[in-house]
């Protein structure tokens, strides 16, 4: 086992670098850099998400882009740079990194990155690290809850549907789960605003934020309960499409396995329905709902909070990611990317870990990586 861990550490590796390369690669076409962006702001105008200067200067996006007077072509790479000292440019071209190569800058990067020295935002005045650490909390609170209450629900009712299949209880639930799958977590998490949150109907639950303002002065019992209240809402309107992949991936499992011969051979010995279902089928049924915790966690951690966190005004990850690629605050961009990507990775490992810990039969040495 130690030498399939040490393969898969050093598979991590290439694997990593190439995603970084490929999103730097891209990042060198995309208009309006960081550079542009400041150009944008001193010349009073304001660049949209592609990069466009707009304002009503003279010296808009779409204007005659030439050179300075004296044949200095260096604002020619500008939009909107007419009029600037060219010296300057460079100076904002060398404090954001953008006097080298680019294949010096990659490399510099990732040098840096390897020894998990992410530097300083380039408009935020502090470092990398410490605003991704303050926006974390949101992030592992909507995650970790989601990930939790999506295995104790799906479970006990895939296991329930699996052993009633073809009833009306097993009908009626998967057709509850299929709508909920098919509503969009934005339009649900508005509709849970308009009635819940003081929209139209009910004030019972806030509208905004993690915590309440007055929240160091509660107690201990009193935080919890404040920090489930603000939860509810934003958990709610993630969940409602969470429960049917996961519930129909664990029922069609225990269905699998209870057909199975060896299933049939434990009744004939007289175990109980409870034995032979939770004492044989439930470990090798769950196989396969293990292999899915990795993409479960991750998607819970990341994929659509940005428009949860936005709706409920949640300053967690997805939001600052959002914000630092309009700003083209890369050194934001590229963090969360290392980071994201090196735990998914990690999490990948540890849920083929956590295979052989359940079924000590599967041996991944014996298997090619």
């Known amino acids: 086992m130690g030498a399939y861990i040490l393969k898969r550490i050093l598979l991590m590796i290439p694997t990593l670098i190439g995603i970084m390369l490929m999103t730097f690669a891209v990042i060198q076409f995309v208009p309006g850099g960081p550079v542009e962006q400041v150009i944008a702001k001193m010349q009073g105008n304001d660049t949209d998400s592609t990069g466009r200067i707009s304002g009503n200067t003279g010296n808009e996006a779409g204007g005659n882009q030439q050179a300075m007077p004296g044949g200095d072509s260096v604002n020619v790479k500008y939009r909107g740079a007419q009029g600037l000292d060219p010296e300057f440019i460079k100076s904002l071209e060398k404090q954001f990194g953008f006097d080298k190569p680019a294949p010096e800058r990659f490399l510099l990067m990732m040098k840096d990155y390897f020894t998990f020295n992410f530097g300083q935002s380039y408009f935020r005045d502090r470092s990398v690290l410490s605003l991704i650490g303050e926006k974390l909390p949101v ?3 909507l ?5 939790l209450i999506q295995y104790l629900v799906s479970i006990p009712l895939g296991i329930r549907k699996a052993v009633k299949d073809g009833s009306t209880f097993d009908v009626w639930t998967s057709g509850v789960i299929i709508i909920g799958y098919a509503i969009p977590s934005f339009i649900f998490a508005i509709m849970l605003i308009v009635v819940f949150a003081g929209g139209s109907y009910f004030s019972w639950f806030p509208l905004r934020g993690l915590t309440s303002d007055n929240f160091e002065q509660m107690s201990f019992f009193g935080k919890m309960a404040d ?6 809402l934003p958990l709610f309107a993630m969940a409602i499409g969470s429960f049917a992949t996961m519930t129909m991936l664990t029922k069609n ?14 009744r004939a010995k007289g175990l109980s329905e409870r034995q032979v279902l939770y004492g044989h089928v439930f470990r090798n049924a769950m196989l396969l709902v293990i292999a899915g915790f990795p993409g479960a966690f991750i998607g819970a951690f990341f994929a659509s909070s940005l428009l949860i966190e936005t709706i409920f005004s949640l300053d967690g990850l997805g939001y600052l990611f959002f914000k630092a690629t309009l ?5 934001i961009v590229f963090a969360s990317l290392y980071i994201f990507t090196l735990m998914g990775l990690v999490v990948q490992l ?17 298997r090619d990586v």
Do not use: M, N
Not at 350 to 361: G, N
């Open 227 to 232: 920090y489930a209240w603000h939860l509810t």
């Open 327 to 331: 700003d083209r605050d890369y050194p």
């Open 143 to 147: 995650g970790l809850w989601l990930t």
């Open 350 to 366: 540890v849920s083929d870990l956590t295979y052989t810990w359940i079924d000590p039969r599967i041996d991944f040495e014996k």
């Open 253 to 266: 499992s225990f269905l699998d396995e209870i057909r199975k011969q060896y299933v049939t051979t434990a």
């Open 139 to 141: 992030s592992i609170s």
